[in-house]
């Protein structure tokens, strides 16, 4: 009892100090989801939830329905996110183009696009 303590405390320390100390690496480009990751988090952490609570109980028709109908919300609305984006990257790109803003113009593009290599 003392022993599988003490390593479940032990293990706790390594994984939250390797959590402080090594943070998920980001990438150099920009890309749709960055703008809305918290939103994302969010409703990916609804649909986790009701996927646990059906395995939980497999004969329960209405939590499948409850997953499946978050997974389809989910779905749509990282597609609509996605496609409102899209739709207003060009324009800030354009917005540099027109004020020939050049540096900010190929930044935007190095975002989008990666940089060179």
């Not at 994302?40 to 209405?62: P, R």
Request: proline share 2%.
């Amino acid at each position: 009892m003392v022993n599988e303590l003490l390593v479940s405390c032990v293990n706790f320390c390594f994984n939250s100090a390797a959590r402080e100390t090594i943070d998920v690496l980001k990438k150099h480009h920009q890309d749709w989801f960055d703008d809305n990751d918290s939103e994302i988090q969010g409703l990916l952490a609804e649909k986790y939830t009701a996927h646990k609570a059906w395995l939980a109980d497999k004969q329960s028709d209405a939590k499948r329905d409850r997953f499946h109908s978050l997974r389809g919300k989910l779905q749509k609305q990282l597609r609509c996110m996605k496609d409102i984006w899209w739709k207003r990257k060009p324009e800030e790109v354009q917005g540099y183009a027109d004020s020939k803003n050049a540096k900010l113009f190929y930044s935007s593009l190095k975002e989008v696009y990666g940089p060179s290599q």
